[in-house]
C-alpha cells in the first residue's frame, strides 16, 4: 500500500525521528508513517485508513494532522525556495518563454499558477480542560459543509512547487 518494504518504512520514520505514541495514542512510528503514507499515496478515506489499520477514524484524522504538521515544521527550511540565489533568473526565463508562446502578456511577469485544496478531517475535540484542542467552528467550512484543513499551493509552469502553506483552518 505504500510502495515500501517494511523495513525500508522502519529506516525512514527513524531517519525523520518520528515520535513515539503520536497524538496520544499508543502508536509506533512505524505505524503513524504508515498511515500518513498510505493516505498520501492512495487518497484512501479515513474511515478506509480505519478499517486497515484496525483504529478509530478519529485516531486516523489526529495521527494524519499532526504528522502532516511535523514533518512540514522538519521540511520548512529546506521548501525555502522563495530564498534560492537561482530562482528569479528561472522566473525571468519562463516568462520569457511564456509570452513567447502567447500564453502570457509582456511585462507582467506572472509566471506562476496558485492552487488549493480542502482535506476532510475528522470533527475535533476540544480538550480545553487539557489545556490542548481545537474550536470546532475554526475548522468547520460553510461551504464545503464539513470540518477541513486548507492547503495552498505556487506551482511554476514547469511543475516546480514554489511555495506551500498550511495546513491552515477550514
Not at 475528522?122 to 464539513?146: D, E, L, M
Request: aromatic content about 8%; charged content about 20%.
Amino acid at each position: 500500500l505504500t510502495g515500501f518494504h517494511k523495513d525500508q518504512l522502519t529506516q525512514i520514520a527513524k531517519a525523520l525521528k518520528v515520535p513515539h505514541n503520536v497524538a496520544n495514542f499508543a502508536l509506533t512510528p512505524d505505524e503513524s508513517f504508515f498511515i500518513l503514507l498510505v493516505r498520501l499515496r492512495n487518497g484512501c478515506t479515513y474511515s478506509v485508513l480505519a478499517g486497515i489499520c484496525n483504529r478509530e477514524v478519529s485516531t486516523i484524522s489526529r495521527v494524519i494532522s499532526f504528522l502532516t504538521c511535523y514533518l512540514y515544521h522538519i521540511i520548512k527550511p529546506k521548501l525555502a525556495a522563495t530564498s534560492a540565489t537561482w530562482l528569479p533568473e528561472r522566473l525571468k526565463d519562463m516568462d520569457r518563454s511564456l509570452v513567447e508562446a502567447k500564453r502570457s502578456i509582456e511585462g507582467t511577469n506572472v509566471v506562476a499558477f496558485i492552487d488549493g485544496t480542502h482535506v476532510k478531517i475528522a470533527r475535533p475535540h476540544n480538550h480545553s480542560q487539557h489545556g490542548y484542542g481545537i474550536a470546532q467552528n475554526a475548522v468547520f467550512s460553510g461551504h464545503k459543509k464539513t470540518h477541513i484543513l486548507k492547503y495552498q499551493a505556487v506551482t511554476t509552469p514547469d511543475g516546480l512547487c514554489i511555495d506551500l502553506s498550511g495546513p491552515s483552518a477550514g
